[in-house]
Each structure stands twice: as C-alpha cells, then as structure tokens.
C-alpha cells in the first residue's frame, strides 16, 4: 500500500495523559498537513510541513500540541496533558505541490476520559 | 465570513436521481479546488479536482467551476445508495499553505 499511513487508528487514554501520533506519508510527496476533525464538522487545519520545515502552525494549536517531521520523512503529532476537548479524528495529509490533490490516510480517532 | 461554505444539507435523493452540491469561496484568488467524500467515521477520499472555469468529468462526476461568481459545484449523475456519504468542498487559497474545508453536506440516496 503505497498511501498514507497513519498510526495508530485508534487512542483511547486518561485526561492528563500524553499522545503520540505517527504519519507516513506517499514517499515522493514533500508536503505534510495535520488537520482535525470533530463530528459534523470540516477538518481543520493544525500545521503544514514542507520537507522537514513547519511552516505554518493553526492559532488552534495550543502550547501542548506539537508536530516534528524529522528528515522530511514521517511525522509525529504530539499532545501533551490531554484534555476532553482534545477528543477529535486527527488527520494526516500529504501532497507533491503546492495547488495539488492533498491525500488522506485513515486517520487517528482519539477519545479523551 | 467563512472561507468555504456549503448548503448544509442534509440532502436526500432517490437512486438514479441527479445530487447537486454546491460550495461558495471568500477569497477570489484561490486556484484550486476540490471536492472529497467522507463515509462516516472514514478519511476524506478525494474525488475531483477542478482548476479552471467550466466543467469537468469524471465517470458520474462532474465538477463546476465559476470563479467570477467564487462558486464551485458539484453534480453526481445516476446516484447509488454507495454515494451516500458526506462531500466535503476544499479550496487552496493563493500564498496559503493549506487546504481550507466546508463543514460538509451530507448526502443519502434513497433505494
């Protein structure tokens, strides 16, 4: 399966606890997204890698998230001391260029109680 | 104002019907747009891709695109109870990295 791949598809965990996230992307793409999505709702963006570069963080991105796509290869999404509200499918995008078809992977569902 | 918006649905059509969706955009520079199918509790899966004015054709897909009116379409011809699913509408804006979505309009397809 050459898509993108995340891991892993479901967490469930303890409020005050820490999550850890892992995307691959399609191996020739250098653009990276996170988004986030609730139910009912379009996903919302978190932040954009291109190569190894984060070059754009969502105001929705709170001092506990944070995301490093070391060598420009795979990605990891991070919260730290999880809340409720933290609750949510956090996705995981890539595409070649700017302007081109952005590419889903499954998705991680995270359920904070 | 948002950057992307959709007629929320829900929308239901009997099989065999034409759905039509439709997504306005804020900012008139944006370039390039896209719509995505979301089964429930699944990824997004893109599905057209649309960067010029005019229509696009995709098997029982096509795609309208009027800049001048900052509107995108979406019209899904001989609809199947598969197609019932939430569209969501993306929209690359110019010096913007990322894809901004619609909140979506959920689709079913009457048997």
């Known amino acids: 399966d050459t898509g993108v791949s995340q891991d892993p598809r479901h967490k469930i965990t303890k409020r005050g606890q820490n999550v850890t996230f892992r995307c691959d992307p399609i191996?020739?793409?250098?653009?990276l997204y996170w988004y986030r999505q609730t139910l009912g709702q379009g996903p919302e963006f978190l932040t954009y890698?291109?190569?190894?570069?984060?070059?754009?963080k969502s105001r929705l991105l709170s001092d506990r998230f944070s995301a490093e796509r070391p060598k420009g290869s795979f990605s990891t999404l991070e919260i730290q001391r999880t809340e409720q509200g933290d609750s949510a499918m956090y996705l995981c995008?890539?595409?070649?260029?700017?302007?081109?078809?952005?590419?889903f992977g499954q998705g991680t569902r995270l359920t904070v109680v | 104002q948002k950057e992307v918006e959709q007629n929320s649905g829900p929308l239901s059509v009997p099989e065999g019907a034409i759905a039509s969706l439709n997504c306005t955009y804020s900012?008139?520079?944006?370039?390039?747009f896209f719509w995505y199918r979301q089964y429930s509790g699944k990824s997004p899966e893109l599905i057209m891709s649309i960067y010029s004015n005019g229509d696009k054709e995709d098997g029982r897909f096509t795609a309208q695109l009027n800049k001048a009116s900052q509107y995108v379409s979406l019209l899904i011809r001989d609809s199947q109870p598969s197609d019932s699913a939430t569209y969501l509408c993306?929209?690359?804006?110019?010096?913007?990295?990322?894809?901004?979505f619609g909140a979506g309009t959920t689709v079913t397809v009457r048997a």
């Open positions: 995008a890539s595409s070649p260029s700017w302007e081109s078809e952005a590419f």
């Open positions: 890698f291109q190569n190894e570069a984060q070059l754009e």
């Open positions: 191996s020739e793409h250098n653009r």
């Open positions: 993306a929209v690359n804006r110019p010096n913007d990295y990322k894809l901004s």
């Open positions: 900012d008139r520079g944006s370039q390039s």
